[in-house]
Nanobody
Framework: QVQLVESGGGLVQAGGSLRLSCAVS????????MKWYRQAPGKGREFVAQ????????YYDDSVRGRFTISRDNAKNMVYLQMNSLKPEDTAVYYC??????????WGQGTQVTVSS
């Protein structure tokens, strides 16, 4: 069983920055591709960013590329999402996701990010 706990959300003005953290416990973090998703009010959950197991490759949705940076520290069992130049449309609940090569996918409980204009 894997537990994911997100933190770091909050209220920020447009143009500001936040750093989300995802603490992973229960299994070795290096076994998982790690991803961030978000869900805005009234919308479905959408992909934001992912990082491979060795942190050598990242991928971003077009809407955040160049503004957000995903990173991981396997030794600390932590995953991060640095969010810069935030926009009101970035307002959402942000979820951490652990995806193995095969098997169960795990989700955190989410952290709220609100960007005011």
């Amino acid at each position: 069983q894997v537990q994911l706990v997100e933190s770091g959300g909050g209220l920020v003005q447009a143009g500001g920055s936040l750093r989300l953290s995802c603490a992973v416990s229960g299994r070795t973090l290096s076994s998982y591709v790690m991803k961030w998703y978000r869900q805005a009010p009234g919308k479905g959950r959408e992909f934001v960013a992912q990082i491979n197991r060795s942190a050598t490759s990242t991928y971003y949705d077009d809407s955040v590329r160049g503004r957000f940076t995903i990173s991981r520290d396997n030794a600390k069992n932590m995953v991060y999402l640095q969010m810069n130049s935030l926009k009101p449309e970035d307002t959402a609940v942000y979820y951490c996701n652990a995806s193995p090569v095969s098997g169960t996918i795990y989700w955190g409980q989410g952290t709220q990010v609100t960007v005011s204009s």
